[in-house]
């Protein structure tokens, strides 16, 4: 019988309603409850790390609850953490870079309904992720709605409906037929690497997603204040160079020291400065390419690799090696 760990960080599927709407209350004994009281696959033990709302999760709450996984490592078998969905991909990308060499399953889940409510989806979740936190298979997944999402290709594209995530230029890892997992491809299990934790991060990371009349001024705000800046360009990347030309701005940012990383608003098929013209005067600079990775990865991985060196030509080449499958271009 496998032994799991449960992680609660709150979210909706730990919700109650309170004075001022849906809030995190339930104690991870009281989720723990919903799971099968009798099986043969595991045994359960638990511990609430947060009760918040996802969209109060911090790069600062990331590390605490890496670094519960990595105190706990050696005694389970695998990890189930219950959290909200609004950050969610956020934090199983960033999960993905400070937990390396994983042999064991590192599993998010959460709901899109409390778990206390007769049309919840949590039991569901709860459930599915449980099963998959005793395969033999290591790495961080998000199982939500009969799937398993690579940790860092799960992208959130529905705010109601039960399949609120998809998997983003990445097939699904696996999927679930009633109690059966079917994978996708055949997975080898992960044998004899030493878990290491990479907890270093630099939260001074500015997402800007462009739009027709972006004002180039803006980036004299961003130089001052952040090391890193990934900017969503229209189509492959495209970035303005005509009436309000941004480039000169963003090659002021690179001479002062900020990574620059230029990506795609499109969220599926990545992006490539090399075809058009506006993209080939940007890409000609010190710019970090995105490939095909999507934004929750981008934002804690250019934050793991500025938390690792100052740099850029190291920050770039971290950024465009794959790592944990979330590039393929």
């Known amino acids: 019988m496998k032994k799991i760990l449960l992680l609660a960080t709150g979210g909706t599927i730990a919700s109650v309603v309170g004075e001022d709407g849906l809030t995190p209350g339930m104690t991870a004994d009281e989720l723990i409850s919903y799971l099968p009281a009798q099986n043969h696959l595991y045994q359960v ?5 947060m009760e918040i709302d996802s969209t109060n999760m911090q790069p600062e709450f990331w590390v605490r609850i890496a670094e519960a996984v990595y105190k706990h490592y050696d005694d389970y078998d695998g990890f189930v953490i219950t959290h909200g969905t609004d950050t ?66 799960a992208v959130k594209v529905r705010t109601r409906s ?30 004899n690497q030493e ?40 189509g492959l990347g ?26 795609t608003q499109c969220l599926e098929e990545g992006g ?17 390419s995105s490939k095909d990775m999507n934004k929750e990865a981008i934002v804690p991985k250019l934050m793991w690799a500025l938390g690792k060196t100052n740099d850029l030509k190291e920050v770039k080449e971290m950024m465009e090696m794959s790592i944990a499958d979330d590039t393929t271009l």
């Open 45 to 49: 033990d638990s511990n609430v790390l």
């Open 195 to 234: 878990m290491k934790l990479d907890i270093s991060l630099c939260p001074d990371v500015f997402l800007l997603k462009l739009h027709p009349g972006t004002k180039p001024e803006l980036f004299d705000y961003l130089k001052q204040h952040y090391r890193g800046v990934i900017i969503e360009g229209f």
């Open 238 to 263: 495209g970035v303005p160079t005509q009436g309000r030309n941004l480039l000169p701005k963003i090659i002021e940012l690179i001479e002062a020291g900020v990574a620059v990383v230029i990506t």
């Open 88 to 153: 969610m991909s956020y934090t199983s990308a960033a999960l993905s870079y400070m937990l390396q060499n994983l042999s064991k399953p590192v599993v998010i889940t959460g709901s899109q309904v409390p778990i206390h409510n007769n049309h919840t989806d949590a039991i569901h979740n709860m459930r599915n992720a449980a099963q998959f936190a005793c395969e033999d298979i290591g790495g961080v997944f998000i199982v939500f709605d009969g799937k398993v999402i690579n940790g860092t290709r």
């Open 272 to 288: 490539d400065l090399t075809l058009y013209e506006v993209g080939r005067r940007v890409g000609r600079e010190q710019i970090i």
């Open 162 to 191: 039960y399949d609120a995530f998809e998997s983003i230029n990445h097939p699904y890892v696996a999927y679930f037929e009633g109690d059966e997992i079917k994978y996708t491809t055949p997975i080898e299990p992960v044998r």
